[in-house]
């Protein structure tokens, strides 16, 4: 069998311990990793150089810059997973919102903001979930997400967002549902992992902690599971769930998702990317 080069995308001043992982067990595997570093400086003509001999590409990074070379390298005629077309549902909360509406897929009750305040309040009092989570359509690590108990509380929120964001951007009102917070990893339509996240309080945005437990995926959250991956097109990610009065909802996707929940799995992890990758690869 031909030998597949796989590039990857990553963005950091050096090599990080979840980069060097892909680079040894893409060794292993007999896999041919072209590292891309975002962080370096890069012409054109080292991109184009670079991706020659790529059967495809992955993008490990979260950068903004690492989004542009992505596309960049797609006008090139090459496969980057995830493409970044499929950003436009997934890194906007009411696209999010509006996607999952569409196809069913259970959610939490989202309306989108005016940006007049006074209009944003009577919109709250009609929506009448309270508390009620407001949040800034992109935003990551819980940064923009925060709980109003009534219409001043929010008020204020609203204008900590746009004040301390170097952008003024649309923000949703949410349900609040208590619950503990579910990621399950996906891994070309495989469910490679599940945690139950850690965190104090209702925000729960940790990533890794020696506390942290699985919990079981029922047949019921494996089909929410096919159906989310196949409707929003995502390979490799983390989808966040919360459970309301038994039911399961799901909060949001995460591409690039982590894969330090557990330590001692993440090189299962990485091993499973790489077999899915060597796998697209040899498709075309
Ligand atoms: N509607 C909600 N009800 C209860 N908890 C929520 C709600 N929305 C978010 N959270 C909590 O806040 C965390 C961050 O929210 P999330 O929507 O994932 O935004 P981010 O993209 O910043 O991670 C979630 O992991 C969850 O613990
Ligand atoms: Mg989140």
């Given at each position: 069998m031909k030998k597949i080069s796989i590039g990857y995308i990553f963005n950091e001043a050096k090599l990080k311990t979840e980069d060097k992982l892909f680079r040894e067990l893409a060794k292993k595997k007999g896999i041919n990793l072209i590292l891309i570093n975002t962080d370096k400086y890069l012409t054109e003509e080292d991109i184009e150089d670079k991706i020659k001999q790529c059967d495809l590409l992955f993008n490990n990074s979260t950068e903004d810059i690492s989004m542009e070379i992505t596309k960049t390298i797609e006008e090139l005629g090459k496969r980057v997973?995830?493409?970044?077309?499929?950003?436009?549902?997934?890194?906007d909360k009411w696209m999010f919102f509006l996607k999952c509406f569409k196809h069913n897929i259970p959610t939490l009750r989202t309306i989108l903001l005016s940006e007049n305040i006074p209009i944003a309040k009577k919109e709250l009092l009609a929506f009448g979930h309270w508390p009620v989570i407001l949040k800034r359509v992109q935003g990551n690590n819980g940064e923009y997400v925060a709980r109003a108990q009534n219409t001043s509380e929010a008020e204020k929120i609203m204008k900590r967002f746009w004040k301390k964001g170097s952008e003024r951007l649309a923000i949703i009102a949410q349900e609040f549902v208590s619950s503990l917070s579910y990621r399950a990893t996906v891994i070309g339509g495989k469910i490679v992992q599940t945690a139950i996240r850690p965190g104090h309080g209702w925000k729960k945005t940790g990533?890794?902690?020696?506390h942290i437990g699985k919990f079981k995926v029922d047949k019921e959250l494996e089909k929410i599971i096919k159906k989310t991956v196949k409707v929003f097109g995502i390979s490799v990610c983390g989808i966040d769930f919360l459970k309301k009065d038994g039911k399961w909802l799901v909060l949001e996707i995460n591409a690039q998702?982590?894969?330090?929940?557990f330590l001692n799995d993440r090189k299962r992890l990485v091993g499973e990317i790489l077999d899915f990758l060597a796998k697209e690869a040899r498709k075309r």
């Open positions: 997973i995830e493409p970044s077309e499929k950003f436009y549902y997934f890194e990533n890794h902690s020696n998702p982590g894969l330090d929940f």
